[in-house]
T-cell receptor, first 108, second 112 residues
């Protein structure tokens, strides 16, 4: 049973601050890791993918992967109200296992 | 272009109706997926098609019947659904050899 855990939310952050989201996974054989953003009533949108240990930056988003500790994180710098959404962590090893999601609320 | 399209956007059906959901992608992806998502829950995998063949059925009730007529098109046929089947139905596709999945906008289904 592949499990992906995301710490409970929601996470409230002031506009301009850094939002930090964490995700742990149980399957050591997992090879690919993703963060999806989902606005209320919409479908998940891929925002980051990461495959090797370390950091990967894309604009205001940074994904961090530590396979030894089996965690992946997402940092959102300079948070904007438009970042208010649910963020889903997904871990792949032949199929994607999703975490329950973290709701982020950016307060203007 | 990473676009997956789904029709219809919304669907209301009675428990005795038969309807179909349609998903299309023109990115040359060879894997396509159906997910069901209830409010405030993550997507739940229903079916996976790989190279137009059903490769995974997550023990989905037979009232849901998938079909992959060609490499660009995926259908989900619905029959005799229950009110608890009301949900957002998501289609996704992924490039060959990759696990990255791109989701369509979904069909919001209400079963009365």
């Amino acid at each position: 049973q592949k499990e992906v855990e995301q710490n409970s939310g929601p996470l409230s952050v002031p506009e301009g601050a850094i939002a930090s989201l964490n995700c742990t996974y149980s399957d050591r054989g997992s090879q690919s890791f993703f963060w999806y953003r989902q606005y209320s009533g919409k479908s998940p949108e891929l925002i980051m993918s990461i495959y090797s240990n370390g950091d990967k930056e894309d604009g205001r988003f940074t994904a961090q992967l530590n396979k030894a500790s089996q965690y992946v994180s997402l940092l959102i710098r300079d948070s904007q109200p438009s970042d208010s959404a649910t963020y889903l962590c997904a871990v792949g090893n032949n199929r994607l296992a999703f975490g329950k999601g973290n709701q982020v609320v950016v307060i203007p | 272009d990473t676009e997956v399209t789904q029709t219809p956007k919304h669907l209301v059906m009675g428990m005795t109706n038969k309807k179909s959901l349609k998903c299309e992608q023109h990115m040359g992806h060879r894997a396509m997926y159906w997910y069901k998502q209830k409010a405030k829950k993550p997507p739940e995998l229903m079916f996976v098609y790989s190279y137009e063949k059903l490769s995974i059925n997550e023990s989905v009730p037979s009232r849901f019947s998938p079909e992959c007529p060609n490499s660009s098109l995926l259908n989900l046929h619905l029959h005799a659904l229950q009110p608890e089947d009301s949900a957002l139905y998501l289609c996704a596709s992924s490039p060959e050899g990759q696990e990255t999945q791109y989701f369509g906008p979904g069909t919001r289904l209400l079963v009365l």
